[in-house]
């Protein structure tokens, strides 16, 4: 078997069973607070606690991936991360859950930062897009199941129970990487890291590189701040505010945490598939760059449309935003490890996940912080003209920093 799909079946598969108990929490947690025995106020802390507590150990796990074996770190991170979901099935309170969320935070960032050193260990750039869009079609799947099935699970069982489901399920996708996952780190020679046709860089000077690395990773925090922070974080008000508590669809009645598990699990499902798309075309001509503003624009286009009120737009603009967002997230991994040698992957990771991490921790404080000034709408709004600034600084640096690189075929 190729060594990508030998990496990728278990890792990605564990990966997405690892997300059950956090996108429970992200679909179900608004609307049950009084099960979780915290307040409203609180969302927004424990919804992004496991993020901010990432900004600090993003860098050391990426250090770490550097010096260290990838299973080494990877499966007990996987473990781990079934830890935490049991914790906060068996957690009621602010503090405990709260710990539980912290062990998350530690958890994942051994799983995501691995994760994607690994697919950059067995890939150069003539896949390099392809790959990593087919593992975040993986992280996808996985959000996708755990918006769908926490929120189902959470009506039909009970909120704790089903966040209970959500650890055994995470730790039975632990158990294919532990026993089929190969080690990756230095599994390509020197010489295989560049495509046989690819033409020299012709920026070769420190600070355009500088350059390239500092405006991925602006789109990475822009990204994850709009998409993973607020969005993520307050669909389930948004659709509790335009439906009420439940959805009759003739004689089904659907309860409000069913209808976000549904509407999040279809956005994941389409973001799985642009990822893997939008990365494919990123090796070909279209190339990385020329194709990150459409999907800013996309995304941008996206959350105005959730803003604007009636059922059927909010639906287009959260589909939309998730095509967008898919394929943002390949093209980001990609040209990071186009711009980064083997030897630092690991940090490079870690460096453009912590600053993402910055951007989705912030999401949910700000958007409960806003809200009884700007109102759901005002705060969607918001985030759109957000990822139109994004979109008009990507425009000009391209025009005045990247021009002489046109002729690159990648990049």
């Known amino acids: 078997m190729e060594v990508g799909k030998r990496v990728l079946l278990p890792l990605g598969l564990g990966t997405a069973l690892s997300l059950m108990g956090d996108a429970t929490l992200y679909t179900v947690l608004p609307t049950h607070t009084a099960e979780a025995g915290i307040t409203l106020a609180s969302v927004g802390v424990i919804l992004a606690v496991n993020r901010a507590i990432r900004i600090l150990l993003n860098g050391p796990a990426g250090l770490a991936y550097d010096r260290f074996p990838r299973r080494r770190l990877l499966i007990p991170s996987l473990f781990i991360g079934a830890l935490s979901t049991a914790i906060c099935g068996l957690a009621r309170g602010f503090w405990p859950l709260l710990a539980g969320r912290l062990l998350w935070g530690l958890a994942w960032s051994g799983i995501w930062i691995g994760g994607n050193t690994a697919i950059l260990d067995v890939t150069d750039e003539r896949n390099r897009g392809r790959w990593t869009g087919l593992y975040q079609a993986w992280f996808f799947v996985g959000g996708a199941l755990g918006f769908l099935f926490g929120g189902v699970l959470t009506d039909w069982l009970g909120y704790h129970q089903a966040l209970l489901v959500g650890a055994v399920v995470s730790a039975a996708g632990a158990l294919p990487a532990l026993f089929a996952l190969p080690e990756t780190k230095e ?213 005045a920093w990247r021009a002489p690189a046109r002729s690159r075929h990648f990049v």
């Open 187 to 399: 599994a390509l020679p020197p010489a295989a890291s560049k495509r046989p046709d690819a033409k020299p860089r012709p920026e070769t000077n420190a600070v355009a590189h500088r350059g390239e690395m500092a405006m991925v990773i602006a789109v990475q925090a822009v990204n994850r701040f709009v998409m993973a922070g607020v969005m993520a974080a307050t669909l389930s008000l948004l659709l509790l505010d335009r439906l009420g508590d439940s959805l009759t669809l003739g004689r089904l009645t659907l309860g409000v945490a069913t209808v976000t598990g549904l509407l999040l699990a279809a956005r994941m499902l389409l973001a799985m598939a642009s990822a893997p798309v939008m990365g494919s075309l990123s090796d070909a001509e279209a190339g990385r760059w020329r194709l990150m503003p459409w999907t800013l624009l996309a995304a941008a286009v996206g959350m105005a449309l959730l803003a604007c009120g009636p059922p059927l737009l909010l639906v287009i603009g959260a589909l939309l935003g998730a095509v967008a967002s898919g394929g943002l997230q390949a093209l980001i991994v990609a040209l990071t490890g186009d711009l980064t040698p083997a030897s630092r992957r690991g940090r490079s990771v870690g460096l453009l996940y912590t600053l993402g991490d910055m951007g989705s921790a912030a999401g949910p404080l700000l958007a409960y912080a806003l809200l009884p000034y700007l109102g759901l709408a005002g705060v969607y709004f918001l985030c759109a003209g957000l990822l139109l600034l994004t979109l008009i600084l990507l425009c000009c640096w391209m025009a």
